[in-house]
């Protein structure tokens, strides 16, 4: 299966930007939905943005109109652009791999419901202050 590393993360002021990168080896990108993740302890990992093999995308309405989610296939890369980031954004994020297509993750995303990708990266730590 496919393996993810992400990278990009840091600290960084209110109102600023970040591109978090994901490599993936083992595989190409193409067979899964690509997602981003983010989670701060004690509570849920929640989906922020996902990208299916088409390039359609899909985000959780806290990050709607600030991230895009971009991919450059024949690198076997996603990116995370966040911009104009606010202190609630302060999390680990996370890439993630899925075998199904990216259209039950977005509904649930979309509404708020939870939904568990196959595999996962080590994660990248964001903090916005």
């Known amino acids: 299966h496919v393996q993810l590393v992400e990278s990009g993360g840091g600290s960084v002021q209110v109102g600023g930007s970040l591109r978090l990168s994901c490599v993936a080896s083992?595989?190409?990108?193409?067979?899964?939905?690509m997602g981003w993740f983010r989670q701060i302890p004690d509570k849920e990992r929640e989906g922020v943005a996902g990208?299916?093999?088409?390039?359609?995308?899909s985000y959780a309405d806290s990050v709607k109109g600030r991230f895009t989610v971009s991919h450059a296939e024949a690198e076997d890369t996603v990116y995370l652009q966040m911009s104009n980031l606010k202190p609630e954004d302060t999390a680990m994020y996370y890439c993630a791999a899925d075998f199904s297509d990216c259209a039950v993750f977005s509904d649930r995303m979309v509404n708020g419901l939870a939904y568990g990708f196959d595999i996962y990266g080590q994660g990248t730590q964001v903090t916005v202050s």
């Open positions: 083992g595989d190409t990108i193409g067979r899964y939905c």
């Open positions: 990208i299916d093999s088409d390039g359609s995308t």
